[in-house]
Nanobody, 133 residues
Framework: VQLQASGGGLVQAGGSLRLSCAAS????????IGWFRQAPGKEREGVSC????????YYADSVKGRFTISSDNAKNTVYLQMNSLKPEDTAVYYC???????????????????????????WGQGSLVTVSS
């Protein structure tokens, strides 16, 4: 299983970016994917997560209403649309996946706060997002 995150960059406050997480090697259509971020000197933070089986989602309070997670199951790709970006959103963003949960557990995890702290099996390499003020 491999995860490839892309789409980061430099944007002014108030702007938008869309991150992509392309997954390969999944043997099932049921998986949970989470987006995390880590700013310099800070602990890693769960941002959002989604279940591929029914598109259940969950968001951290810090991004709710500004970020939208979605999935394209045909492409095994999950997106994180980030709008109204703030300087405090600056971080390296990682996607992580668990392709073994199945549809019931995947929904339970990715549709709840569990998805932001779950120990995912696979991690992408990270994509830097820098928001200037």
């Amino acid at each position: 299983v491999q995860l490839q995150a892309s789409g980061g960059g430099l944007v002014q406050a108030g702007g938008s970016l869309r991150l992509s997480c392309a997954a390969s090697g999944f043997t099932s259509d049921d998986y949970a994917i989470g987006w995390f971020r880590q700013a310099p000197g800070k602990e890693r933070e769960g941002v959002s997560c989604i279940s591929s089986s029914d598109s259940s989602t969950y968001y951290a309070d810090s991004v709710k209403g500004r970020f939208t997670i979605s999935s394209d199951n045909a492409k095994n790709t999950v997106y994180l649309q980030m709008n109204s970006l703030k300087p405090e959103d600056t971080a390296v963003y990682y996607c992580a996946a668990d392709p073994y949960l199945g549809n019931v557990l995947g929904t339970l995890v990715a549709g709840s706060p569990l998805g932001l702290t779950y120990e995912y099996d696979y991690w992408g390499q990270g994509s830097l997002v820098t928001v200037s003020s």
